[in-house]
Every structure is written in structure tokens, then in C-alpha cells.
T-cell receptor, first 114, second 114 residues
Framework: KAGVTQTPRYLIKTRGQQVTLSCSPI?????VSWYQQTPGQGLQFLFE???????NKGNFPGRFSGRQFSNSRSEMNVSTLELGDSALYLC?????????????FGPGTRLLVL | QQQVKQSPQSLIVQKGGISIINCAYE??????FPWYQQFPGKGPALLIA?????SEKKEGRFTISFNKSAKQFSLHIMDSQPGDSATYFC?????????????FGEGTQLTVNP
């Protein structure tokens, strides 16, 4: 099976712009989670989608949003970008959303906000 | 109560030595404890995971030791190899019908010298 794919891999934006990142989970996986990775804060949970419904949300401002499509592909959007949004955004998929199964991570999208 | 504390931040080991990384958690509702390995430019990949009903789990050179009463768990890498040089993250999650969410430790950068 193909792994989790994320596009684009690299992105440069300026403050105030918005950005949309895409994630295609492993075939058959219905749960998609998003994480932000920064040197200072480490890996932080953004949100999780399962069967097109947001099941869980981390402690991020409303500028961060996401959605999941019927084919389980997911997108996350960040509006009004700030310098502090520069990070590696990771998507992970799992077959279900039990909290006790392996999450498979994609390579991430590295976002740089200037 | 959602934190997972990880130490050390960095670790240098000689080839053939034992690498030990420790984690402590606060939330007693956590019931799944995975370790992830991340190489530069890649997303984290599951290394090994444990549930609190066992005190130790071994897979090849990797062993998790779990102390439920102390709310601590650790990763031991036996016969460490230069190829093990990576960043290691402990994590925790809990079984919940509302989805799955990983809470990560801060990460340990392991360097194995040849």
C-alpha cells in the first residue's frame, strides 16, 4: 500500500495570507489527524477527522481549520498567517479512531511564513 | 494533565552501547504508549508500543519498560548502531470513542558514534 502523502512538501507564504495543505491517507484508513511540529513546541495535535466529521480538536486558534472528504482525503487551512505558523505540518492516518492503533505519518509540509 | 515529559533532550552513545530514553506522564487515563522514530526530512514512524497491562515489551533491539505506579516508561535500544541516530518521541493516548489523539514528549535527539 502507498503511504500517507502530503502536498505540497514545501511552501513559502507571507504574513496575512492563507494556505491550504492536503493529505491523502493510506487506502482504507478513515481517520486523519494533523499535527504541527516546531523546534520550540514539539509535536502538537491540531485536529482529527473520521468519516468526514471532526472528532477531536487541539488547542489552536480558529485560524486553523480542516475538513475531510468522502474519500478520506483531508485538507487543513490556515488563514491570516503569522510568523509563528512556520512549522512542519504532519498528517497521520489510521484505520479507525480508537486511540490505540498505529498512526502512520506522512513526510509533512514545511511551511515558511515571511 | 495532558503532558508527557521526556528526557534527555539529547543523547550521545557509542556504537554497541545502550541508549535509554525516559518518559513520564500525568494523566492516568492514558492507556496506550507508543514510541516514534523520526529521521530528518521524514515523518515520525512507529517503533514500538505498549499498553499498561504489561511491564515490558521487546522487539528486536528495542525494549519498552513500563511502570504504571510511577507513571513512567522508557525505551532501551540495545547494541545501538549509527543507523539508529534519529529523534525519538514517546507519546500517549487514551481509548475514547471521540477519536484518537497522541500527546507527544519533547523528543530526544540520539547520536550513535561509530
Amino acid at each position: 500500500k502507498a503511504g500517507v502523502t502530503q502536498t505540497p512538501r514545501y511552501l513559502i507564504k507571507t504574513r496575512g495570507q492563507q494556505v491550504t495543505l492536503s493529505c491523502s491517507p493510506i487506502s482504507g484508513h478513515r481517520s486523519v489527524s494533523w499535527y504541527q511540529q516546531t523546534p520550540g513546541q514539539g509535536l502538537q495535535f491540531l485536529f482529527e477527522y473520521f468519516s468526514e466529521t471532526q472528532r477531536n480538536k487541539g488547542n489552536f486558534p480558529g485560524r486553523f481549520s480542516g475538513r475531510q472528504f468522502s474519500n478520506s482525503r483531508s485538507e487543513m487551512n490556515v488563514s491570516t498567517l503569522e510568523l509563528g505558523d512556520s512549522a512542519l505540518y504532519l498528517c497521520a492516518s489510521s484505520p479507525r479512531a480508537t486511540g490505540q492503533e498505529t498512526q502512520y505519518f506522512g513526510p509533512g509540509t514545511r511551511l515558511l511564513v515571511l | 494533565q495532558q503532558q508527557v515529559k521526556q528526557s534527555p533532550q539529547s543523547l550521545i552513545v557509542q556504537k554497541g552501547g545502550i541508549s535509554i530514553i525516559n518518559c513520564a506522564y500525568e494523566n492516568t487515563a492514558f492507556d496506550y504508549f507508543p514510541w516514534y522514530q523520526q529521521f530528518p526530512g521524514k515523518g515520525p514512524a512507529l517503533l514500538i508500543a505498549i499498553r499498561p497491562d504489561v511491564s515490558e515489551k521487546k522487539e528486536g533491539r528495542f525494549t519498552i519498560s513500563f511502570n504504571k505506579s510511577a507513571k513512567q516508561f522508557s525505551l532501551h535500544i540495545m547494541d545501538s548502531q549509527p543507523g539508529d541516530s534519529a529523534t525519538y518521541f514517546c507519546a500517549a493516548s487514551r481509548k475514547e470513542t471521540s477519536g484518537s489523539r497522541l500527546t507527544f514528549g519533547e523528543g530526544t535527539q540520539l547520536t550513535v558514534n561509530p
